[in-house]
């Protein structure tokens, strides 16, 4: 006689049938069937937003040109028949524009920033600090100084080629060639600081290790 119990015998050829089952599905899965691991989870959030497929260098640059040349529409042109001295026009564009660059495009590109600080190296003064107001106003008026002496510089030359006597304004100060103008100034003294800072870095580096 028997001491098996059928029940028992049961549970067991049915937990073989499960265990079997599953080792089939395991190699028999297809890899379609799962999804890839993504190294970086946030990429699916970061590539709805279409500005951030455009490169830093361009979306700086367009963000510069856009404010600056908007300050040249409302305000040298919207106040210009209300302030006739050319200097006084100067000292109200630099202080639009160092307001308008310390306000607006610093937080534009603070915002735009896919890493934190990785558009300072577009700025001049990058620090959301109170005195960069100042500066910033400072700065703007003397980038406002060498528009002007750029658009006095080319009528001069134009005046020269032509052989006139009196002279004539031959280039007028508008918003598309007053922005472009301005931004490559700005990008220019951005240049100089940020390579003086590269300078700097590398000597303290070269020094630390020769100290070592």
Not at 54 to 79: D, H, Q, R, S, T
Not at 146 to 167: D, F, G, R
Request: charged share 20%.
């Amino acid at each position: 006689m028997s001491n098996k119990d059928p029940k028992n015998t049961n549970n067991t050829d049915n937990n073989y049938k499960l265990n079997t089952d599953a080792v089939d599905r395991l190699v028999n899965a297809n890899n379609k069937n799962y999804k890839n691991t993504d190294p970086d989870p946030g990429r699916q959030y970061r590539s709805k937003r279409l500005l951030d497929k455009i490169p830093a260098p361009i979306k700086a640059l367009f963000i510069k040109f856009w404010f600056n040349g908007a300050v040249c529409f409302f305000i040298y042109w919207g106040l210009g028949m209300y302030i006739w001295d050319t200097l006084d026009m100067m000292v109200v564009l630099g202080i639009v524009l160092g307001i308008v660059n310390d306000l607006l495009v610093k937080n534009t590109f603070h915002f735009f920033s896919i890493t934190p600080n990785s558009n300072n190296k577009w700025m001049m003064f990058p620090k959301k600090k109170y005195w960069t107001f100042f500066t910033n106003i400072l700065y703007y008026m003397l980038i406002v100084f060498m528009v002007a002496e750029t658009y006095s510089a080319i009528n001069l030359v134009l005046n020269s080629l032509n052989s006139t006597e009196e002279q004539i304004i031959y280039l007028g100060v508008e918003p598309i060639l007053f922005g472009v103008i301005c931004v490559a100034y700005d990008m220019l003294f951005i240049g100089m600081k940020n390579l003086a800072i590269k300078i700097i870095t590398d000597a303290k580096e070269k020094a630390e290790v020769n100290n070592d």
